[in-house]
């Protein structure tokens, strides 16, 4: 579930519809949880299907460290790449604000750590990257690491809506992490390499 002060808006020709934030969104937010309500598809599942789906389940879909796909219930499935995102995704099935998000300001995620399953360009951010390949976490996860856990520090002082829908164990890991008393885990556990987990 997208973090509820978030609005579907047309952005671009280029990058059709987006996620805007319709109220400040504070770093340290949480700004998605996958829910009860997102479909999780195996490969197996998607393999059974026609082109007409696989096409749609393609373009909408992430997959996860397990290698299943998972199909956003909500206009989450509409948050667009940046290679400046503004958040970032985290091993706990949430995604976190790593700086300010305001209002009118898309919510954006770096489709390299989405376990993508061919490379694509991105849209020029005048960012040294160009192109986002499937293997960019194992890149890029020590800055990634980084920003979630400079974010982390501001977790359990700002709003969080989205609270009531985490699992009580992932409550019970903010909590410990907050306090030092656990370590966050690296978004390098996120990684799915096709052949090798499954």
Request: aromatic share 12%; glycine share 6%.
């Amino acid at each position: 579930m997208i973090h509820p002060h978030t609005e579907l808006q047309f952005i671009s020709d280029e990058m059709g519809y987006g996620v805007v934030a319709t109220k400040l969104i504070p770093k340290g937010t949480i700004t998605w949880v996958q829910d009860k309500l997102d479909i999780v598809l195996s490969s197996a599942q998607i393999d059974a299907m026609s082109d007409f789906y696989k096409n749609i389940l393609d373009f909408y879909t992430f997959r996860n460290n397990k290698g299943d796909y998972v199909l956003c219930w909500d206009h989450a499935k509409y948050v667009n790449h940046s290679f400046r995102s503004n958040c970032l995704t985290t091993p706990y099935d949430f995604e976190i604000a790593i700086r300010d998000i305001y209002p009118g300001e898309q919510l954006t995620d770096d489709y390299g750590y989405l376990n993508i399953s061919r490379p694509f360009r991105g849209i020029r951010e005048g960012t040294r990257r160009r192109i986002v390949y499937p293997d960019d976490l194992l890149k890029y996860h020590k800055k990634w690491d980084k920003s979630i856990a400079e974010a982390f520090v501001h977790i359990t002082d700002v709003e969080q809506p989205l609270e009531e829908i985490l699992a009580p164990d992932i409550l019970e890991k903010i909590k410990n992490i907050s306090q030092g008393e656990e370590t966050l885990d690296s978004i390098l556990s996120c990684y799915f390499q096709e052949g090798e987990n499954n």
